[in-house]
Nanobody, 125 residues
Framework: QVQLIESGGGLVQAGGSLRLSCAASGRTFSAYTMGWFRQAPGKEREFVAAINWNSDTFKYADAVNGRFTISRDNAKSTVYLQMNSLKPEDTAVYYC??????????????????WGQGTQVTVSS
């Protein structure tokens, strides 16, 4: 069992930055592919970014590529999402998730085994 707790959300002006953190419980954090997803009001949950177990493979959604950076610290059982050049359309609840599967399939939400409770990110124009 893995428990995930996100933090770092908040209100920021367009063009600003935020860093989300997701702390995981359990001893096998390093075995999981980790991902970030987001869900805006009235929209489906969408993939944002993913990182494999040893941080040598990454995936990003086209909408955030070049602005967001995912990273992880296995010693701290934590995954991060650095968000720069934020836009109003980035406003959403952001969720981190853990998958036992390969990063090859990391864009598919249904393949993740554990989810955090989410943290709100609001970008004002």
């Amino acid at each position: 069992q893995v428990q995930l707790i996100e933090s770092g959300g908040g209100l920021v002006q367009a063009g600003g930055s935020l860093r989300l953190s997701c702390a995981a419980s359990g001893r096998t954090f390093s075995a999981y592919t980790m991902g970030w997803f987001r869900q805006a009001p009235g929209k489906e949950r969408e993939f944002v970014a993913a990182i494999n177990w040893n941080s040598d493979t990454f995936k990003y959604a086209d909408a955030v590529n070049g602005r967001f950076t995912i990273s992880r610290d296995n010693a701290k059982s934590t995954v991060y999402l650095q968000m720069n050049s934020l836009k109003p359309e980035d406003t959403a609840v952001y969720y981190c998730a853990a998958s036992r599967g390969s990063i090859t399939l990391a864009t598919t939400a249904t393949l993740y085994n554990y989810w955090g409770q989410g943290t709100q990110v609001t970008v004002s124009s």
